[in-house]
């Protein structure tokens, strides 16, 4: 190669024209070196030669001279400077990265992973609290004082299973609030849900291991049972929750069972005493359940009924994982969550915790128990509780008013979202897409179902509460309505 | 069974004493339903009759009765209360659970989790900086300041690939000081260095694929890839870094090889510009280098030697993941790390990232970028470098004196740490074990290594010297000394 064809594209636009001259020069020089259009042995001119051949400063061309004889791309003796002898890529190994189909894209699970939709933070988003509500100053003052307290020693790698302080705090109210059976030490606090559930996923089953997930369910927590290696099975549900056939028990036995059991994500449904009984008595000694009690912190059950405490209670050092999060009632970004395990696997559980995860947020966690054990979380719920309890109803009434009284909503004895099903006429995800258009968000309950045999995907829409604004509510439930209309008689040319 | 006999236990020291007694009443019918001593359709005494015969307050009966009623597992009908008829689990399933060894442990793959040391975070803990010299104030500031900027809709679920201001100020300053090749949208910020190894092992290969592990190495990399099924292959390590031989390329063709190339862990060996060249030659179109550039940060080479800059930089568009972590550089806790993808595949890993984990961090995340940005943390590395270096010959010095000067003495081009390799004769174990008896803490070069045909598994020390006091050392060097003479003389009984 001609070195002035080479410094001829020194100028061009490809080189990063806003990096200076001589970084330029050298990444241009290296470049070459690297892909053989300079070959080893070749000799270079001097710094001075080259510098005037190419009208360029001499210190540019030595600073580049010199960068690549430090890093060993050149080489220097009595009579000059030469390219020293590399293994050479060539161009074409470029061109073959470059090709997206070629063999080294991503993995096979990787392209199998849940996409989640880029939709708005706008009502009715499922999944979110409302953040305005939330009691900012104090939140920012207990993390203030937190920051305060803690050491260096604590700053550098925190315990992997999360802050004692945390631990006990959650155990107490746990043992308190939700009947689940659990000291301490049974308790892992991780950055969020999902890697709780990953936790789960890889400390409990091996690939290939089979795992029944709730169909339709929560997406999620398929990508991280895809991501872990195992095999997903969907599960229908019905209105006591997911409903296996006797025949699943013989033909797939579940190593994991994931379940919702408050409040059925997202159809609703409270998962029977029958069924939870039926679910530890047939797993017993062959598999686990992974209890995700994602948002029973807010119940809004008739006062006659009161919510079934957790499967984890039920039966003491049953194989359950109960699940639970901080993300609904604090705020997502905050990625608290946690998880019980039975006493028996508590330590050997948190070797694996320790060996799969650095423990961080020290300061976020310890801001957390003081704002458990102070009352402040309780006041939170406590003030939250009616305010949702109203969205909720107004919600519905809104829905009866705008699409009829017959309309099927589903769900409601727990959380901030409502399930409107709709008939198999309308599709979902058009409505959806229409309703964006209006300035509202909704989810279309297809995007939480897998078809299979008997198993029809639903139709609907997955509306949450948690951010609506009350006076609000009948003209965004009118938008949805007209967005409806709109899908069912203009449907989109197939 | 027996009602009496039931009652019998309620004041037993099994029942958590501490709760009140209405609460022990309602555990001890729900079990005895459960475990079905008392059978579905039995019939309970009235309330009022229970509480004379057994002595208790007619309210703690009837709080018991209620909740139970309110859960299913008491009917109420005219004849007054029976026990519900629901399934059945038997004490035996308590007892089969409870067996460790039972088939409902944890994974196989948890067990093969490395086990960290649970070592006291003193001199010469290797992989910490010196967190008390970190600007702390400084830092507190940035984060007040992000906490009032931030916006609730940040504070719900962030990007998951990090917040766009840091992926700037992390792009800039990646390419400016490393020679890395990229543009923001090639960066992704995620927890910590080992869930980006786990992200790119899970994104970029399947399970059952077989990763190139340097041995010795970094032992979280090796739980990383056992957690994500992965064959994990080790191999050997020279003075010129992971020296594969030309039978390996051909009988273990790796998906993914792990390199620490800056200062190999635990050996420091820097990985020739040679190697360099021949892994991405060889690799192109047919597998992932993944780049860890744990701490090049703190480059201590003579002068005249300039750093290699990264192996991403050496090719546009190679199948190189390049890894960095705030931990050393900031605190661990921090939790704050970030991959570079080659730009052809950056969208689709976006996509798997946002899959695979939730976004968090918000304030964390801006209040690094202007960290960053202005100065802040230029300024903190060029306040510490020398610092280090001193450390790192105070150390250096002390070790020559102590175990005379023919010591071999590896690594130290780069980063926090240096390693002493030792006779195979001490065990590194026990000389370990009788340092933290002298209140020194040192890391048995053994723990790094895997034993393999013609890969015997090598006898040191690593030491980290970043939270080292420079007038401690020689003293600290002198205890390790005394260590490893009584390690030599009176070795354990086997």
Known sequence: MNLDQLLAGLDAASVSPEQPRQQRLYRLLKEAIVDGRLAGGARLPSSRQLAADAGMARNTVLYAYQQLLAEGFLLADRRGTQVASLPQLGRAGIAGAADEMGGVGLSRRAAGLHRRADEPLLPFAPGVGDLNAFPWSSWARHLRKAWGE???????????????????????????????????????VVAGAQMALDACARLLADAGDTVWLENPGY?????????AGLQSLPVPVDGQGMAPGEELWKSHPPRLIYLTPSHQYPLGAVLSLER??????????SGWIIEDDYDSEFCHASPGRRPLPAIQGLQSDAPVVYVGTFSKLLYPGLRIAYMVVPRWIARRFGEGIAG???GGQAVEQ?????????????????????????????????????????????????????TLRLPQGPCDREIVRRAAGLG????ALSDYGVAGPGQPVE????????????????????????????????????
């Open 459 to 494: 139709n609907g829409l997955v509306l949450g509460y948690g951010m609506a604004d009350e006076k609000l509510i009948p003209e965004l439930v009118g938008r949805l309505a007209r967005a409806t209309l709109d899908a069912v008689q203009h449907p989109p040319a197939q």
């Open 440 to 443: 509202v968000t909704a989810r």
């Open 356 to 358: 799969l995860y650095r």
């Open 150 to 188: 803690v050491s260096a020693r604590q700053l550098a790698y925190a315990e992997a299973g999360g802050e004692p302080l945390l631990l006990r705090a959650l155990a107490d109210d746990l043992r308190a609030r939700r009947g689940v059976d659990c000291t301490p030490e049974q308790v892992f």
């Open 366 to 418: 310890r801001a957390l128990a003081r704002f458990i054990e102070n009352g402040g979380l309780t006041r939170h719920l406590r003030a939250m509780a009616p305010i949702y309890r109203r969205r909720q109803a107004l919600l519905r009434q809104a829905l009866q008013a705008n699409f009829g009284a017959a309309v099927d909503i589903l769900g409601g004895e727990a959380g901030l979202h409502l």
């Open 219 to 227: 997406t999620a927590v398929r990508s991280v049972m895809l991501a």
């Open 276 to 285: 939870r009984l039926e679910f530890l008595g047939r797993l017993a000694g």
